[in-house]
């Protein structure tokens, strides 16, 4: 996992036993975890009695590290070895390294469902329905005789039903199918690999 300085900094000092003791070590660690799968802001989350002894600066800057470390473990989906290593790589001792892991661990399908949630997915196409109508004339010209296309997406996002409703001549639709065509066979090739 590649983290910038700050993180690597903070990491560090949480990592050194003359920093975060037997005690404040475990209590930043379920502070970390805890404020990111709280459901709101608690500008309390590190008056923690086992922290109150610790320069507030440096406990901000290791909590700061500690949760940017947790929420790129998970995006990346990191497993314990790849934790292990990267923070041994940051003098983290085994027993440290071990009360992390099982930390993760215990949070980590919790914080995956957060980072999920969070972002714009696209829609999920249900389903379409085409009509074709006619258009004979407009306010300008008398006569326009040109066929068009009704189009009715029904999609999902996020369990949210919603329409999408667009027109388009045949030369159009002609070219929405061909593209179409072309992604289907782009994702079919990509599922054999």
Not at 45 to 62: A, G, M, N
Not at 98 to 119: M, W
Not at 142 to 168: A, H, Q, R, W
Request: glycine share 4%; aromatic share 6%.
């Amino acid at each position: 996992m590649e983290l910038s300085e700050s993180v690597q900094r903070g990491l560090q000092s949480l990592a050194d036993p003359s920093v975060f003791d037997h005690t404040s070590f475990p209590a930043l660690l379920d502070v970390s975890f805890r404020s990111l799968l709280s459901s709101h802001a608690d500008r309390g989350v590190l008056d923690q009695s086992e922290l109150k002894q610790l320069d507030q600066i440096l406990l901000k800057q290791s909590h700061t590290a500690a949760t940017t470390f947790i929420l790129e473990a998970v995006k990346q989906n990191a497993d314990k070895s790849t934790i292990s290593s990267c923070l041994e790589e940051l003098t983290f001792s085994a027993e440290r390294i071990e009360i992390f892991c099982s930390t993760y661990q215990k949070h980590k399908k919790e914080l995956e469902h957060l980072l999920a949630s969070i972002g714009r997915q696209p829609p999920h196409v249900n389903d379409v329905s085409w009509r074709l109508q006619y258009h004979m004339k407009n306010g300008q010209v008398d006569k326009v005789n040109e066929p068009f296309y009704l189009i009715s997406m029904n999609t999902e996002s996020k369990g949210i039903p919603e329409d999408i409703n667009f027109t388009c001549t045949m030369e159009q639709l002609q070219d929405l199918v061909g593209k179409l065509k072309d992604a289907a066979k782009s994702v079919e090739k990509a599922s054999q690999m």
